[in-house]
């Protein structure tokens, strides 16, 4: 009963027996398991993190925006634009400059070209950033300087990452431990995502100076396998690794990836009972996802949808492995939705489109970027 109905002031004594049962039981009572204990935000009312509560036009006149990534201060990120291998620095405020071009970058004539993009975690000494992208000989991850202002020099750190018009793979992504996540496509040849001397249809992990990063499982580049096209990679707040990845005619992916794990394709796609192979935590349909970016806020995974035209809900259950059920948001209301990032000391995610794509049609500058308010 809300207190309000309350017409009649209970007796003194009543009321103080009842606070004292309480307080008697709150000292009493069993701690909750960790497992159980969600994260509750006074602000929204919401545990783990809110739902979408609105969603505005951030910025406008963008062609195939790819990668973003967030500055150390937090008041801009870096946004890479596939196809035409520029990278713009856009504020909170939605004030977009440019502030370079990749060299060397070569488009597919599908979804290869200029991709991921990572700033160093000790950027504000070293200022340095990290591009994934296509080249002339396969594709690469590299690494750039940028002043805060405009990027010069090109370092290779890591080639021979085969390429294909479809399947390139393409986030990066700085793990709590300091190493750069690297997602490769199995470009078009699946019998590579099982090969663990193939740098294709993985997940990598390496130094910042391109080299494997110490304790990788196989003493190569190579973190986990058996991947068809993974987009999508975060980091929640126990620090592990959730994935989200293209699949074939049936199923799409959400993985929580683990040193030296196989995932399954070409064997499996979606759950499988094969011995050895990891099972995906949550699947759709393609049409429903075809899922590109993902990003956590609190205890929840938001996850960009392509095909799907829509962006995915999935709650993680407090500190286990498991995930709750997926809600869907703005279906069809902004096209294909590419990337989505968690704004720093907010409640909110930029979300990108790419509808500018050859399966979006639209003309150039026509994708936007957009800002979602978790309440």
Known sequence: MHLSTVRRRPHAGVLLTVLSGLLLSLLTAAPPSRAADAVYDIRSGAADGGVPSSIDTLSTGWTIPWGTEWMPDGASALLTERDTFKVFRLTKEGTRTQVGSVPNVVTTGGEGGLLGVAVDPDWATNHRVYFMHTAAEGNRIARMTYDGSSLSGYTILLQGIKKNRYHNGGRLAFGPDG?????????????????????????????????????????????????????????????????????????????????????????????????????????????????????????????????????????????????????????????????????????????????????????????????????
């Open 179 to 375: 190493y750069l996540y690297a997602s490769t496509g199995d470009a078009q040849s699946a019998a590579l995502a099982q090969d663990r001397n193939s740098l294709n249809g993985k997940i990598l992990r390496l130094t910042t100076d391109g080299a494997p990063a110490p304790g990788n499982p196989f003493g190569n580049h190579v973190y986990s396998l058996g991947h068809r096209n993974p987009q999508g990679l975060a980091f929640d707040r126990g620090g592990r690794l959730w994935e989200a990845e293209f699949g074939n005619s049936a199923y799409d992916e959400l993985n929580l990836v683990k040193p030296g794990a196989n995932y399954g394709w070409p064997t499996c796609e979606g759950t499988c009972s094969v011995t050895g192979m990891t099972n995906p935590k949550k699947t759709w349909p393609v049409s429903e996802a075809s899922p590109s970016g993902i990003a956590i806020v609190g205890n929840v995974i938001y996850m960009a949808a392509l095909r799907g035209e829509r962006l995915w809900r999935i709650p993680i259950e407090g500190d286990t492995e498991n995930v709750g059920a997926a809600s869907a948001y703005y279906v069809g209301s902004y096209g294909r939705l590419r990337t989505v990032s968690k704004v720093p000391g907010a409640d909110q995610l930029w979300l990108s489109t790419t509808n500018c794509d050859n399966n979006g049609g639209e003309p150039a500058g026509s994708d936007k970027v957009l800002r979602v308010t978790i309440g």
